[in-house]
């Protein structure tokens, strides 16, 4: 059964904060950080959770108001055990419609290869490095999705 994706709600915060801990680690974004991001929920960000009776992942947008402005994807994360069965791609569907029409920027580590070709898979292409900018000196890719593919054309 695949996960029904859904608007994030505040009752999803504490799970969201424990999934992000375990996706990202010493890179997690603290609880703070979290109901800064549900605050905002109404102004111009859009949280998605991927849901199958738990949250099990999610995609976190940075949607400017001015729609010529580009939206960022800031965070996406799938829980390891069910990474590779789709769910990624659904959130990433899921955002890519909500966003139809908008150009959307990313950065993902250059040594994340699945998530890499996740994203070229959805139409991204590189547009930029940030050399040495993660711990230990790897890069982040820049990516850039042109806003300009039709529902149903990606993954």
Do not use: H, K
Not at 17 to 43: N, Y
């Amino acid at each position: 059964m695949r996960p029904r994706i859904r608007p994030a709600e505040p009752a999803d915060l504490v799970a969201l904060v424990a999934l992000d801990q375990v996706c990202f680690g010493a890179s997690a974004w603290s609880s703070a950080s979290w109901a800064e991001e549900f605050a905002r929920l109404d102004d111009d960000r859009v949280v998605l959770v991927a849901d199958e009776g738990a949250v099990v992942g999610y995609v976190v947008l940075l949607v400017p108001v001015a729609l010529e402005d580009p939206v960022d994807l800031l965070r996406i994360a799938v829980a390891p055990d069910e990474r590779r069965t789709g769910i990624g791609g659904q959130l990433l569907t899921n955002a890519l419609e909500w966003c139809a029409g908008r150009t959307i920027l990313l950065e993902v580590a250059a040594g994340n290869e699945l998530a890499g070709a996740l994203y070229r898979s959805f139409g991204f292409g590189e547009i930029s490095r940030r050399r040495g900018y993660y711990a230990g000196g790897e890069d982040a890719v820049i990516m850039r999705w042109p806003g300009d593919v039709v529902a149903g054309d990606f993954g």
